[in-house]
């Protein structure tokens, strides 16, 4: 255990279950507490959860090709909340189609995501940096 | 001579005694009497047992048992954190220990929350507040708030364990009496109950019982005294392992209490289930909908559904609630228009504490159409609603009042569909209750021929 709690899920309608299980389960194995949400997974759940849990940082994760409508607006609810400047993450299937990723990723770093990945990353990529992010590494 | 089992109920107006045959799953007779709190409330439980052997001649009591909702219940206060999470999960447990939970709040507590919580003057104060290592801020905060009212109440502290200890500092520091027991959310979104639950009992044994003026009385039982809801609680819960799933509703002076058994998940298929995992046995309170300390609500409700024509606004209502403002015993002649009104409102109180009770669809609007999630619990399955408590079995057409548990269409609001209505006619699932606890099987058998 490091002692770094991540809340993560599946965000908006999206009911891919698969890739989260496998998230899920390799940041355990990274030694992380992790809250796993699961799938359909709206806004206001990671914020309570991030607050009840006192997480370090929010991992969303969105497969089905509607990740930008369902993820804009999270970093201001955040603020809202009193989760000032938590580190958010999000990786999947992010846009529908094959967008040019430089593309997508300043879309959602504008949005006020810490990070984003192209699809197909593997979760080590995501632990690694998450580590480097919270000054485990 | 009879052997006899007693069961009282001290309440806050009547003392009602039960005796329980000793040989048979029978009951031999009920009565009550005034309670009486100003001089000694054995007078009038005394008075209440001579009254009972009028009916029944002499009786010799093998086992006495009580449980109480004198003096105002046992008053609590939840405090938690998020309101869909560890405030939710303090309310359930407190509701599930039998408390009359008056107000639940969450965030930092303000002073003008401790303002309230010093009006309402509870008994016992729940605080909860972040998971396992979650968040310890707040219910530090709040630890520091409550320390500083001024007001007698104990503290159960139910959250975060690596705060718990320092919240406990704090609130000794402040002169208050403040037990440390296991989180009602020790991790997200898991709710565990019990250790909440048997500290309250604990509490109100130890502090609540002498504090109600019943430590003399207390000595001339079997078992420890128990919060009436929680008897009540019990008794339905025995019940559904026979009947199946029920509601169980109770209108009363100062609340309406709700109690569900069954495990209310989605009846219809492709349903999301959010919020927090609900309990198969699950107790509601609504501290704002009561015939007498607490009419605002139903009054209010009652005129507005007068506005849009749903109702004729009753005549005399003015004066009916003079007359129960001075008098929060009042009991209306049977055939007096008050009786009348008592009804409406009572009906109303069922309505508004049941569809808070029970759980809700949401639909949203998603690229694949039209998506529904189910937060609370599904009761349109349910096969029995049962009314209890004076103000729904003595009144004039009782499956009027009940009828409003149901739902008129299939809608939003998940409450039961097409259950049979039954009663508790003879007023007796306080004493069931308490019965159960030394002998399920009689209890179980009593209930079964007396519904
Ligand atoms: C199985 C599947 C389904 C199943 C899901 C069953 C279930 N309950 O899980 C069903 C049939 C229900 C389904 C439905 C749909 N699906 Co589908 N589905 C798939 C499929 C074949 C596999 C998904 C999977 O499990 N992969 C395996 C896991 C391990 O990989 P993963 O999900 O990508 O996750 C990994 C990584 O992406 C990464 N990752 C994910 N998130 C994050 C976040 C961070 C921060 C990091 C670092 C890494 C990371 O780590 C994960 C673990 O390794 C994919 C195609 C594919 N081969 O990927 C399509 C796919 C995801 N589906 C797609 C679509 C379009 C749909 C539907 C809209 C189809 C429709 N029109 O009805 C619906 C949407 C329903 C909904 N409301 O969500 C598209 C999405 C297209 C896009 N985004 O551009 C895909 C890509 C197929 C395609 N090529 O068109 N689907």
Known sequence: ?137 | MHNAILAVDFGSTYTKVTAISNEKAEILGTSKAFTTFETDIRDGLNAAVQELEKQTGKLNFSHKLAASSAGGGLKMVAVGLVPALTAKAAQTAACSAGAKVVKTFSYELTKADCAKIRQINPDLVLLSGGTDGGNKDVILHNAKMLAEIDAPFSVIIAGNKAAAEDAQTTLQAGDKHAVICGNVMPAFNTLDAEPAKSAINTLFLEKIIEAKGLTQAAREFSAPIIPTPLAVFECTQLLSQSLGDLLAVDVGGATTDVYSMCAGTPTLPGVALKGLPEPFAKRTVEGDLGLRHSQETLVEKLISDGATGNNLLPVGLEEYRKTCKENYAYVPEKNHPHAAIDALLCGIAVDMAVTRHAGFLESSYTPFGEAFSQTGKDLTGVRYVIGIGGSVIYSENPPEILKNATQKQRGKILKPASPKLLLDKKYIFAAMGLLARMDKKRALSILESEL
Do not use: W
């Open chain 1, 1 to 137: 255990m490091n002692g770094k709690t991540l809340v993560m899920g599946v965000i908006g309608a999206d009911v891919h279950a698969i890739g989260i299980k496998i998230l899920s389960h390799a940041f355990t194995e990274a030694g992380y507490n992790v809250v796993n949400l699961g799938v359909m997974v709206s806004q206001e759940e990671y914020i309570e959860a991030a607050i009840e849990t006192n997480a370090n940082a929010i991992v969303v994760s969105s497969l089905y090709g509607h990740g930008e409508m369902d993820c804009r607006g999270l970093r201001e609810k955040c603020d809202e909340a009193g989760l000032k400047d938590i580190p958010l993450y999000v990786g999947g299937n992010l846009v529908v189609g094959k967008r040019d990723f430089a593309e997508v990723e300043k879309t959602f770093l504008d949005m006020g995501f810490n990070r984003a990945y192209p699809p197909g990353t593997p979760p080590e990529v995501g632990i690694a940096d998450i580590n480097k992010d919270l000054g485990l590494a």
